[in-house]
C-alpha cells in the first residue's frame, strides 16, 4: 500500500521560509516521479512541483519559480520542497503525489497521479 507522509507546515510571515517533508512507503520508491500541488478550499488543486524518479529533472509552475525548490533523497524515501519568499497568495493546503511513472509531465495530469498525501497546511500572513 503506497503511503505519502506530509509534514513541515506551518504559519509564518511573508518573505519567510518553510521546508516540506514527505516520507513515503509502499513502493520502490526511486522508480517514480513525485509531485507536490497544493489546493484553497473552494479551488482546483494548483501543480507546484515535479520531480522525476531520478532526482535530475524538476519542473515547476510559474508562480513558484526562483522561490520554491524540490528535491529528493533516494536512500531515504523522501521528498522535500523548500519554500522561500513566501507570499500570502501561498497559503493553501500542500501535497505529496506519486506518480504512475519515472518522469515528469509537462502538463500534470490526475490520472497520471492518483496517489497523494494527506496534506500538510502552510498559512502565509503578516
Known amino acids: 500500500e503506497v503511503q505519502l507522509v506530509e509534514s513541515g507546515g506551518g504559519e509564518v510571515q511573508p518573505g519567510g521560509s518553510l521546508r516540506l517533508s514527505c516520507v513515503a512507503s509502499g513502493f520502490i520508491f526511486n522508480a517514480f516521479a513525485l509531485a507536490w500541488a497544493r489546493q484553497v478550499p473552494g479551488k482546483e488543486l494548483e501543480w507546484v512541483a515535479q520531480?522525476?524518479?531520478?532526482?535530475?529533472?524538476?519542473r515547476y509552475t510559474d508562480s513558484v519559480k526562483g522561490r520554491f525548490t524540490v528535491s529528493r533523497a533516494n536512500d531515504k524515501n523522501v521528498v522535500y520542497l523548500q519554500l522561500d519568499s513566501l507570499k500570502t497568495e501561498d497559503t493553501a493546503m500542500y501535497y505529496c503525489?506519486?506518480?504512475?511513472?519515472?518522469?515528469?509531465?509537462?502538463?500534470?495530469?490526475?490520472?497520471?497521479?492518483?496517489?497523494r498525501g494527506q496534506g500538510t497546511q502552510v498559512t502565509v500572513s503578516s
Open positions: 520531480i522525476d524518479a531520478g532526482g535530475r529533472i524538476t
Open positions: 503525489l506519486k506518480s504512475r511513472y519515472s518522469g515528469v509531465q509537462s502538463t500534470p495530469q490526475a490520472r497520471v497521479w492518483p496517489d
